[in-house]
């Protein structure tokens, strides 16, 4: 198989990552930023549908996001893995252009388990050492045959088999108002995470909320109650327009609390006055959390860059 670089190797050899100085192992940087007390700074991108939108990604913002210097980007996966080489081809072109290091995320719900390892080992052939290892969510018309087939029903399963597989730092999702279908309560949730941290997982990064009690709780249950040991990331979105955040909230089951909605309602049409606001309260969350203790902080950053570069900058984070 041919590389980016044109240099021919294994898929799965390590001689890939090798050469890649930039790919380093999230693990290793959560431990040399907690040996340094300064908090991980990692953003979020999601693959740009259209060609357009990819040479923005690469001209625009990335090169934006770099002036702050964030310790890693995470590249998400398309359901059902409908983003598949374009999750890999970003993650790829951040580390070989920009010298950053990337993670890429996958999830495994209804995906065949040759597919996966394929995925990996390409992965891996890259020099992407990091991956967000998740269920996804199930699709409409789940076929159970399918499902079945691809002997992956829950994230932890798919954690175990990278580990066994070798080579990554493996992250996790967490979920600090519990997750959205979890119909047992978010003690329950929260063992399942520790499930996933037992199963290999090196980090967590959590889904969006707005009130950081909610982290908090989340953090010292597992903390104090479960005897987690690795770093629990808040997962932080800069609010951008009014009703897309009530969309996305609606979607992964986070709660926008009454009177920030209310606040984001009287701002009407004025978009740009919601989007100022929103860097604001995220900056002002961001500060909380980490005068909480918080490892870091997790944006996601929906290929914006003013708010992420903003909230760093405010906090004095530039890398
Ligand atoms: C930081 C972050 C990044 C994300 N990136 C993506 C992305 O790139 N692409 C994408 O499609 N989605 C992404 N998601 C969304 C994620 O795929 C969904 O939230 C999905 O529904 C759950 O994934 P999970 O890995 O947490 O699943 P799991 O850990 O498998 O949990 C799913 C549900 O199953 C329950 N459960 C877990 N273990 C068991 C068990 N042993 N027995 C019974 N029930 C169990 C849990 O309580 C939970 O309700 C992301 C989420 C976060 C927080």
Not at 26 to 33: C, F, W
Not at 241 to 249: A, S
Request: hydrophobic fraction near 40%.
């Amino acid at each position: 198989m041919t590389s980016a670089t044109g240099r021919r190797s294994d898929p799965g050899s390590a001689d890939a990552a090798a050469v890649l100085p930039a790919a380093r192992l999230v693990r290793d940087i959560y431990a040399e930023a907690r040996r340094a007390g300064r908090p991980v700074v990692s953003i979020e991108l999601f693959p740009p549908r259209t060609r357009e939108g990819l040479v923005n990604l690469f001209e625009r913002t990335l090169p934006a996001m770099q002036a702050i210097r964030p310790h890693f980007y995470s590249v998400t996966y398309g359901a059902g893995g409908s983003t598949r080489d374009k999750t890999l081809d970003i993650a790829d072109r951040i580390q070989r252009e920009l010298h950053a290091t990337a993670m890429a995320h996958l999830t495994c719900i209804s995906t065949p388990r040759p597919e996966i390892e394929r995925y990996l080992l390409e992965a891996r052939e890259r020099g992407i050492r990091n991956i967000l290892a998740l269920r996804g969510d199930p699709p409409q018309n789940v076929d159970e045959l399918a499902e079945l087939e691809s002997g992956f029903e829950y994230s932890y399963q798919l954690v175990t088999f990278i580990r066994q597989l070798g080579g990554f730092s493996i992250g996790t999702a967490g979920f600090p108002e519990s997750h959205v279908a979890c119909t047992e309560g978010k003690h329950v949730d929260w063992q399942r995470l520790k499930a996933k941290i037992d199963a290999g997982a090196d980090f967590v990064l959590t889904q969006l909320f707005f009130d950081n009690d909610d982290y908090f709780a989340f953090r010292d249950y597992l903390v104090d109650t479960l005897g987690v040991r690795v770093p629990l990331t808040p997962g932080v979105l800069p609010i951008l327009g009014t009703q897309q955040i009530k969309r996305f909230t609606a979607l992964c089951g986070a709660t926008l609390p009454p009177p920030l909605r209310a606040k984001l309602e009287r701002f009407g049409d004025d978009a740009e006055a919601v989007a100022d606001f929103g860097i604001e309260f995220a900056t002002r969350q961001c500060e909380a959390l980490l005068a909480g203790g918080a490892p870091g902080l997790h944006v996601y950053s929906l290929n914006r860059a003013r708010a992420v570069t903003s909230i760093v900058d405010s906090l004095g984070l530039r890398g």
